[in-house]
């Protein structure tokens, strides 16, 4: 958020259900490190206040950011969500290396530990404030504005529940306190997925009523809009078209819901440079983000996940498996014998997003040229801090603001936006729903266009000019056309984890090794490439599909919480 944040309410327990069966007061304290409830249900300024830090979320983890709180997702932070994929491997492991390995357990989620816990902290606080918010004197259109927030980022709670956990708790606008039963089965009963995404899609339909298509003030900028609502309600409809959802909305529901955010006319294609669109505030593209300030920065990106040769610590080094799958830039994979590819030369003529996302042994980078390759590579193990070295053969160049310094950043770096909804996204959702529904090349009604047309506007984008994808292809062609494209459009943006999920391709993707390569240098200046495995052990089972609710929540319900299949 472009504000600062004030300091939470209370101290909250950590989940919905963790809350100690001690209830006696031994001692009344009026606590001098919290905001009272009493002057949040008396002073406006400071409703506003805890209304805006409800965007943020409580800090459970180590390393969860770095100089603020989390928001929604992971986001910029040590260890990206992308490093529990096959989209790269975080070189310092910080807890990721369990999950790419198939070891987390209900006792030891690794960096995917604090999802439940936070959420329905979360919607606790949520439900808090939409309790209070009649009482308080303010106009009638600000509070309706105000209840419009509340509820989508209720919503965005509940949705990071469902896609990790499948079905949920649905507690309404419930305030648990510590004063509630705690046998109370309805603290415990899980929906079913169907009926959780039905509850969250009312929800946001009601949120997109009550918020103004614009943010027309600077203090507002990074909150909540119409665009946001119907932007989470087409995600969130996609997810329940899809295999994994087990029939919990349509295809034609979720082409539908991507349409609402086409038909506000109000986003488009950025036209700066895919690179300069994450480093850039309010462009054209961008439906909802988080924005930083000098005084409220993140994870500062370029040390974090810098070459070694630079004095960076490697961080979340991409994979082989995530380089092979960039096209040519005539469109054509790489396993195709007419692409023009060059396993001598693997990284020229490539889709030009390739060079945006992935520094890689050759690519130009600040002053100099990347040197991963050995003996004697700047940034291979064979350069300066070798400990940091890349164990993938890449650095990661998505995300990364060349006048930030690299070296010494604190706190003069790590202001880029996090995005959370971009309009390509959105183009995707109708694409992929629409091709579903109806085919590549049908209009649905009440859209201008096709999911092949839709496609090809993200491929037309100002430098990047990929060839527009032909009429004429079966549905499942499209299909993998539409996948693919979301696997480089998106990249590191934390779709990967839950497309491949729902997709219920999982078992495949997650399952090959998380591949590296090793660059040597030859006497005669050229390169040669050998595969290597970079991280051992990469496994994925059936029950990863959802991921296991923590043990301390099941204990916390007496066993009354059911805990996912398999775990």
């Known amino acids: 958020m472009k504000l600062k944040h004030i300091t939470p309410l209370f101290i909250l327990f950590g989940g919905m259900l963790g809350i100690t069966a001690c209830k006696k007061d031994f001692l009344t304290v009026e606590p001098t490190d919290r905001i009272a409830t009493s002057a949040i ?11 805006t830090n409800r965007y943020i979320g409580t800090k459970l983890q180590d390393k969860e950011a770095d100089g603020t709180n989390p928001g929604f997702g992971r986001g910029f932070e040590y260890s990206m969500w992308s490093s529990l994929t096959d989209e790269s491997i975080y070189n310092n ?12 357990a209900p006792e030891n989620l690794g960096g995917a530990g604090v999802l439940w816990g936070r959420s329905y902290r979360g919607i606790r606080e949520c439900n808090y404030a939409l309790s209070i918010l009649s009482k308080l004197p303010m106009s009638a259109g600000h509070k309706t504005r105000i209840e419009g927030e509340l509820k989508f980022i209720r919503a965005f709670r509940y949705q990071d529940l469902i896609r990790n956990y499948g079905g949920v708790v649905l507690m309404g606008d419930k305030v648990t306190s510590l004063s509630d039963d705690l ?14 995404i039905a509850y969250v899609l009312a929800q946001l339909d009601d949120a997109a009523a009550k ?16 665009g946001a609502a119907l932007a989470l309600k087409s995600r969130l409809a996609l997810y329940a078209a899809s295999p994994l959802y087990e029939g919990a909305g349509t295809w034609a529901d979720a082409a539908t819901a991507a349409q609402a955010v086409i038909s506000l006319n109000k986003y488009g294609i950025y036209t700066g440079g895919y ?18 300030t000098k005084n409220d920065n993140h994870t500062h990106l370029e040390i974090a996940n810098g070459p070694n040769g630079y004095g960076g610590w490697a961080g979340n080094t991409p994979l082989q498996n995530l380089v092979d799958d960039y096209e040519m830039d005539n469109g054509k994979p790489i396993t195709d014998a007419t692409s023009g590819y060059d396993p001598s030369k693997p990284y020229e003529h490539r889709d030009p997003r390739f060079a945006a996302t992935v520094l890689y042994n050759g690519s130009f980078y600040r002053d100099r040229n990347i040197e991963t390759f050995t003996p004697g590579g700047k940034d291979s193990k064979d350069g300066a801090d070798n400990w940091n070295t890349t164990k993938t053969g ?46 590549p090349d049908a209009i649905p009604a009440g859209s201008t266009l096709s999911a092949r047309s839709a496609i090809n506007m993200i491929r037309a984008r100002p430098g990047i000019n990929m060839p527009a994808l032909a009429a004429g292809l079966s549905q499942s062609e499209m299909r993998d056309a539409i996948r ?29 090794p998380a591949a590296g390569v090793i660059i040597t240098k030859n006497a005669d200046g050229s390169f040669s490439y050998t595969p290597k495995v970079a991280l051992d052990g990469r496994s994925f089972a059936t029950k990863h599909y959802w991921l296991p609710i923590p043990r301390t929540e099941i204990q ?5 919480l059911q805990q996912n299949a398999g775990y």
């Open 41 to 51: 249900e008396a002073d406006t300024a400071v409703f506003e206040a805890y209304v």
């Open 556 to 560: 916390a319900s007496g066993g009354q």
């Open 211 to 226: 918020l103004p298509l614009n943010n027309d003030n600077s203090w507002l900028l990074g909150r909540a809009t119409k």
């Open 183 to 196: 046998q109370d089965p309805s603290l415990y009963k899980r929906a079913t997925i169907k009926e959780s």
């Open 93 to 104: 492991d910080d807890a990721t290396w369990l999950v790419q390995r198939g070891q987390l």
């Open 275 to 292: 690179n300069n669109l994450f480093l850039v505030n309010e462009t054209n593209e961008t439906i909802f983000e988080r924005l930083y």
């Open 484 to 512: 693919y494209e979301r696997r480089v459009e998106l990249a590191f943006e934390e779709h990967r984890f839950y497309d491949v999920r729902r997709w219920k391709i999982a078992d495949v993707t997650e399952n090959k």
């Open 394 to 439: 890449y650095y990661l160049k998505k995300f990364m603001n060349d006048a930030y310094p690299l070296q010494n950043p604190w706190g003069n770096a790590g202001f880029q936006p996090w995005i959370y909804f971009r309009y390509a996204e959105i183009l995707l959702n109708f694409a992929e729903a629409a091709n579903e529904a109806y085919g």
